[in-house]
């Protein structure tokens, strides 16, 4: 086990100080030290998605992510995006699509989405599609998912 | 309570967002892992290395004095109980012997999950190897290593006829099929073999137990059954079922996965060895390895007809790979024996098959449940005999479907059938060409499902403000059943969806379900949920007509919540209604109504059946699909560009849930088409990851997926209303590959249609291979 040693960052708009190691994941971090429980462990592979956040607004697979290489960094998870008109908008649009089932991909995905419409305001059905395609799921089959994107999408854009 | 919002004339029908849409979106759902107790600990397994072997002790004093660790179980901390759904064959961790690779041998409770990993790394365990055997024929060889001794001896809820590593065989046989082939004009004959398939749903397996001083088990799972995991501890640890409370927070997906038992019975040990809560959550990894999946099948399957298409006789042999212990291994035997005719008129059938112990983890439930194996045969055949017959496929499967009157196979007669309506949709959806101008390259199949199974009941409570509570033990597993069976006892008591709240299942609370699984809820539970309902009405005009000083005949139920005199403007509110029974006169007003589905499998007078698991199942929901595939004749990469889901639901109590269904399995059953495959290497798995075991992502899947609902309404089920959770998934390899041999000319018997597999047919059709 090496040192523990204090982790300063912002999340979700506040300044946090927390105790890490070197080898602890930005998803444990977040689960078992700072009670941030939106983020999911679904592989601890990278390669499901739903331990998405945002670092200084990119999204991140936190399971791959040491918390160590956050110092200082701006860090959101979905609770970070209350006041935030695209993610709302996504959020009303998945709703309606019907594109939360179990649950468990969810915030990963609207993270993802969220910070796509952030680079690309105005995509088409293929780019939604290749900006998902790293979050899986299971449930929906994902036409629900671009649909909701893609209504969001307009809707900002009008 | 102020009703907010009008009742706007019904909610059966209507595509309302899932109650639970806003805690999900915004991130604040609880799933087993989201769950902590004070002073929970952690725990975490050790799986076993080899396939096959006899546990001769155990060396645990280095990981009991690692840092951190609490306690551990073995084998020799559970007694001699044995779980299972049909064979009780499953110990709560391996005793005596390990029979697979991945299975828990040790389990460990410490601080963190770090430490309690890192702790059963130093737990030895010594083993005396035996013999694996890794297919069903090699455990059906003369001289065969035996995984289960005992298995005579183990108790079985049906006449399993277990012996050796044969853990069960079913014969169904209707008509005379041995005669019937000589009547025959055209017979084919195929030999087909289908793969695991993981179920991948998002959230991997957990659970979470607390024991009282009064060494009372308290126990949070995923699962898609609060009353099977009660069930399954108790048989495993020797535990009264009323010892155990079992509780489900949101589960993230299931498809089968969660149905039965997977690590909440050593859980349980840990907590009660520990003293303490005890959490634990599988990686990935430990998922794959260790729960459960998809069955193989190998199938040998002959058809035959008339010239003119009309289906004669059918035999179907299945060999399934049981795995390591029944689990739910011999329904699927059963169940998909029941379905090999398909959806059709073949008057003489018969169908066998064997399920066999090996040394793998267990395969089990998974959405479509032994269906989509044997339609993958069927559906290939009906096309094949189409075509010798001159018959479109569309034709051909309207030329011999069931009709009304008709029985299903061995069983009773079908009240409803909506598949001449489903054909007859996709028929006419798939006119036309591609975008592109290209002809569509089409491949057809047709199924169907049932919805009646086992035991149900519902609570309905009218609270003091009259509200109302909804208790049914049901798990929404994230398919909407919370927001279905709302939606039912909505529209029985005429009240907006809003005045409703769901009740999350409790052992101790809920009424017995026995699953969310089988597509059953919607009809099974929605009965129950309409009658209990019911029932509140029926108390509640009765206190009204009390109130009112009139008789029972002279006040009708109205929308909104409340109760008036017929003829006259004046009525009362449920909160009046319910505030007087509670504190005045009557009692509080409770709806309860339990039902078992009681429709007989099996009609004795009519055909034979020997080993069937399951007594009582029916009530069938039917569906027809579409798939325009292309194939890239250079590379063998299979691509369904556009695909056409017709299902006959019976009544969509929500449409949006319905297609969502029909899209999810769509989805589901395009990976299990065409490249979800489980990859042992000898005994072990080879790919159990995400990383090597791949599944639709959504640059996979079409553009366009149609879901088209049929209502055909059945008459005893609630507002008309049938199963939609697996039918969506049965035919999609059988349409694709039904599709792949339209572009090729090469007939698939072998899942999936990898690119490999497709470019070796095109080769062998122009003689390269």
Wanted: glycine fraction near 10%; charged fraction near 20%.
């Amino acid at each position: 086990m090496t040192r523990k040693t204090l982790l300063t960052l912002t999340l979700n708009g506040e300044d946090t100080d927390v105790a890490t190691q070197g080898t602890v994941t930005l998803l444990e971090t977040l689960r078992e030290d700072m009670g941030v429980l939106s983020v999911k462990r679904g592989c601890n592979q990278g390669v499901c998605g739903s331990c998405t956040v945002v670092i200084d607004g990119a999204p991140v697979r936190s399971c791959l992510t040491l918390s160590a290489m956050c110092e200082g960094r701006d860090l959101r998870t979905i609770e970070g995006y209350e006041a935030d008109r695209t993610m709302k908008c996504l959020q009303k649009h998945l709703i309606e699509s019907g594109g939360i089932q179990c649950g468990f991909c969810t915030s990963g995905v609207l993270l993802s989405a969220q910070t796509y419409l952030t680079e690309n305001a105005s995509p088409n059905r293929a780019e939604v599609k290749s900006a998902l395609s790293g979050n899986l799921c299971r449930c929906t089959g994902y036409r629900t998912i671009v649909d909701a994107v893609c209504d969001a999408a307009e809707e900002l854009a009008q | 309570m102020t009703v907010q919002t009008p009742f706007t004339g019904g909610t059966v029908g209507v595509p309302v967002a899932k109650l639970d849409n806003a805690e999900k979106a915004e991130g604040k759902a609880l799933y087993i892992a989201d769950l902590y107790l004070p002073g929970m600990l952690h725990g975490a397994i050790l799986p076993s290395p080899v396939p096959h072997a006899r546990i001769r002790g155990y060396k645990l004093d280095a990981a009991l004095a690692a840092t951190g660790v609490v306690a551990i179980v073995t084998g020799d901390d559970v007694g001699e109980g044995r779980m299972g759904a049909f064979i009780k064959d499953e110990h709560a961790i391996a005793k005596g012997k390990v029979l697979y690779v991945g299975e828990p041998v040790a389990a460990v409770a410490a601080k963190t999950e770090a430490q309690a990993r890192a702790a059963c790394r130093l737990i030895e365990v010594d083993y005396e190897e035996l013999p694996a055997i890794l297919t069903p024929e090699e455990g059906l060889a003369e001289g065969a290593a035996i995984l289960h001794e005992n298995v005579e001896d183990y108790f079985k809820v049906f006449d399993a006829g277990s012996v050796g590593n044969l853990a069960t065989r079913t014969v169904l046989e209707e008509g005379d099929v041995a005669r019937a082939w000589d009547g025959c004009d055209i017979v084919v004959e195929g030999e087909y073999t289908t793969q695991a398939q993981a179920h991948v749903a998002m959230e991997p397996c957990g659970a979470l137990a607390d024991v009282d001083a009064a060494g009372r088990v308290t126990l949070w799972s995923a699962n898609q059954s609060v009353f099977r995991v009660q069930a399954n501890v108790s048989e495993s640890l020797s535990l009264p079922m009323s010892k155990l409370r079992c509780l489900t927070p949101r589960v993230g997906g299931g498809f089968g996965n969660k149905m039965e038992p997977h690590i909440q019975p050593i859980t349980v040990a840990l907590a009660m060895k520990a003293k303490k809560p005890v959490k634990l959550i599988l990686t990935r990894e430990e998922d794959f390895e260790m729960v459960r999946a998809r069955h193989p099948y190998k199938i040998r399957m002959k058809t035959g007809a008339m010239n003119d298409g009309t289906l004669v006789a059918r035999e179907c042999e299945v060999l399934l790979d049981c795995g390591a212990f029944a689990d739910d291994s011999p329904g699927v035997l059963g169940y998909s024996l029941l379905m090999c005719g398909g959806p059709y008129r073949i008057p003489h059938l018969k169908a066998h098959g064997k399920l066999v112990y090996t040394n793998k983890l267990r395969f089990g439930a998974y959405r479509g449940f032994g269906n989509p194996q044997v339609s993958f045969a069927g559906e290939q055949q009906i096309d094949e005999i189409a075509a010798r017959a001159g018959l479109d496929p569309i034709a051909m499967r309207r030329h011999n479907m069931l009709r009304d009157g008709d029985s299903w196979f061995v069983g009773p007669k079908i009240a409803s059938n909506g598949l001449p309506e489903c054909l007859d949709a996709i028929e006419k959806a798939v006119v036309g060409k591609r975008v592109d101008g290209t002809p569509r390259n089409l491949g057809i199949a047709a199924t169907a499902h049932i919805s009646g199974l086992l035991g149900t009941g519902a609570i309905v409570r009218m609270l003091e403000d009259g509200s109302i509570s909804l208790n049914t033990g049901a798990t929404d597993i994230g398919q909407g059943s919370d927001t279905v069976l709302a939606q039912i006892c909505a529209e029985r008591l005429k009240v907006p969806l809003d005045m409703i709240s769901v009740a999350s299942p409790d052992t101790d609370g809920s009424p017995y379900n026995w699953g969310t699984t089988a597509s059953r809820v919607t009809y099974t539970t929605g009965r129950a949920v309409k009658a209990a309902a019911g029932k509140v009405v029926d108390q509640a005009l009765e206190y009204a007509a009390q109130m009112l000083e009139c008789d029972i005949e002279d006040v009708e139920l109205r929308d909104g919540g409340r109760i008036g005199r017929v003829g006259s403007n004046t009525d009362l509110s449920f909160g009046i209604i319910s505030a007087r029974a509670h504190w005045l006169e009557g009692g509080p007003i409770v709806g309860t109504e339990t039902l078992v589905f009681d429709q007989p499998t099996h009609d004795p007078k009519r055909a034979v059946a020997l080993g069937l698991p399951f007594p009582r199942i029916g009530i069938f929901s039917f569906a027809a699909l579409a798939v325009d595939v292309d194939v890239d004749d250079t590379t063998g990469e299979t691509r369904v560009l556009e695909a056409w889901s017709a299902a006959d639901v019976g009544r969509a109590i929500n449409p949006r849930l319905v297609e969502v269904q029909l899209e999810g399995g769509f989805v589901q059953g395009m990976g299990y088409a065409l490249y979800e495959e489980m990859v042992w290497d000898g005994p072990k798995l080879a790919n159990p990851s995400l990383m090597d075991y791949k599944i639709s992502t959504s640059r996979d899947v079409p553009d366009k997926l149609h879901s088209i609902i049929v209502e055909d309404p059945e008459p005893t089920g609630p507002y008309g209303a049938k199963g939609a959770g697996e039918i969506g998934l049965n035919v999609v390899p059988a349409a694709i590959a039904n599709a792949v041999y339209g572009a090729t000319g090469f007939r698939h018997r072998h899942l999936p249609l990898t690119s490999e597999r497709v470019l070796n047919g095109i080769l062998s059709q122009e003689g390269e291979v």
